[in-house]
């Protein structure tokens, strides 16, 4: 099993430029979630899933979107991109949301210049 | 109140040392705890759970207080691997999600 696997491991992006960040996961987890960590932060969710077809949104919504056609993927969209989404961004998932250990990918970079 | 709260540290502690960490949390009714592990520019990975009756790993222990709604770590001889940062976790009921605390931050000093 590969677990959590996000792509790109990092990008370097213009001001209004858009882009996706791919989030799979090989362990039919139901739940998958993103997270953005500033530097010497703690994590914040931006959107979680509970299952195909059903999103929803965390903390720090805004200027990202989500979809979840299977199980396996959850990619997460930045529309616009601005020096404040300068984060590191991590997926998980879980087998429940409540009872369960999340496991996590390795992390996006993201810099927004 | 914030969901889950812990303080941010740095702790500084010598090699060998003892060191514990609080984590306060506000939903009474949340049932499962857990500690994670995350190290520099790392994803978070989970050190171990919280039970009701406490939970020992070697030098590692987490108990829980639901009294007074926290739930600690206690390392005891503290190696220089064990310098990361420590986040509690506290699934939110009712939100179907997992939230994480800031974390606290740990240094172990030869």
């Known amino acids: 099993n590969a677990g959590v696997t996000q792509t790109p491991k990092f990008r370097i992006l213009k001001i209004g430029q858009s882009m996706t960040l791919q989030c799979a996961q090989d362990?039919?987890?139901?739940?998958m979630y993103w997270y953005r960590q500033d530097p010497g932060m703690g994590l914040k969710l931006i959107y979680y899933s509970v299952g195909a077809g059903i999103t929803d949104k965390g903390e720090v919504p805004n200027g990202y979107n989500v979809s979840r056609s299977t199980t396996e993927d959850f990619p997460l969209r930045l529309e616009l991109a601005a020096p404040s989404q300068t984060s590191v961004y991590f997926c998980a998932s879980s087998y429940s949301g409540l009872e369960t250990e999340a496991f996590f990918g390795q992390g996006t970079r993201l810099t927004v210049v | 109140r914030k969901e889950v709260e812990q303080d941010p540290g740095p702790f500084n502690v010598p090699e060998g040392a003892t060191v514990a960490f609080n984590c306060t949390y506000s939903?009474?009714?949340?049932?499962?705890f857990f500690w994670y592990r995350q190290d520099c520019r790392k994803e978070p990975k989970l050190l171990m759970s919280?039970?009701?009756s406490g939970n020992e790993d070697g030098r590692f222990t987490a108990q829980l207080n639901r009294a007074s709604q926290y739930i600690s770590l206690l390392i005891r001889d503290s190696k220089l691997s064990d310098s990361a940062t420590y986040l509690c976790?506290?699934?939110?009921?009712?939100?179907?999600?997992?939230?994480f605390g800031t974390g606290t931050k740990l240094q172990v000093i030869p």
């Open positions: 919280v039970y009701s």
């Open positions: 976790v506290v699934p939110a009921q009712g939100y179907q999600k997992v939230t």
């Open positions: 362990m039919n987890h139901n739940y």
């Open positions: 939903n009474s009714a949340s049932q499962s």
